[in-house]
């Protein structure tokens, strides 16, 4: 679990974060036979690539200059040699445990009085609210399509 103590770690960890989210969806929008999973990777990509390019923008207005030696640690497993429904669960799995770790990261960040610039407040709690929402719909199709029962998320 990776928690920032600033503004600046935030973007910093969240910015490879969205990135793995990014890159695993990229593999699900090519491979999976579901075309609501399909949409559903496409959303992923457009979205969290939206929110690094406001991220990246901000550290460069905001903190010019400053290098982070932090290292963010992948939580997706390679789903390269995965298809069909084994692709599909491993990813529902494996991205709803990367959500709830980016709504925490963003809770972590307004709850604890990080936010150092006013613009950031809504766009973590749109980070917080978007990927719980996601979740919740990761669930379902657990549920619907391969009969799992997943631990629940608070709302």
């Not at 974060?17 to 399909?38: F, G, M």
């Amino acid at each position: 679990m990776s928690f920032n103590n600033s503004e600046f770690e935030f973007f910093s960890l969240m910015i490879p974060h969205h990135q793995e989210a990014i890159d695993t969806a990229q593999r699900v929008l090519e491979a999976s036979d579901r075309p609501e999973l399909r949409r559903f990777a496409e959303t992923i990509i457009t979205v969290q690539t939206a929110e690094i390019k406001q991220m990246q923008t901000w550290l460069g207005e905001w903190y010019p200059g400053q290098q982070t030696n932090l290292t963010y640690t992948p939580m997706m497993g390679d789903l390269s040699q995965l298809t069909g429904d084994a692709l599909d669960r491993t990813f529902l799995e494996g991205m709803i445990m990367h959500h709830r770790e980016a709504v925490m990261m963003a809770h972590h960040l307004v709850n604890h009085g990080l936010v150092q610039h006013q613009a950031v407040l809504p766009f973590a709690q749109t980070i917080a609210n978007t990927q719980r929402q996601e979740i919740f719909q990761m669930q379902t199709w657990l549920q619907d399509w391969f009969g799992v029962t997943p631990i629940p998320c608070a709302r």
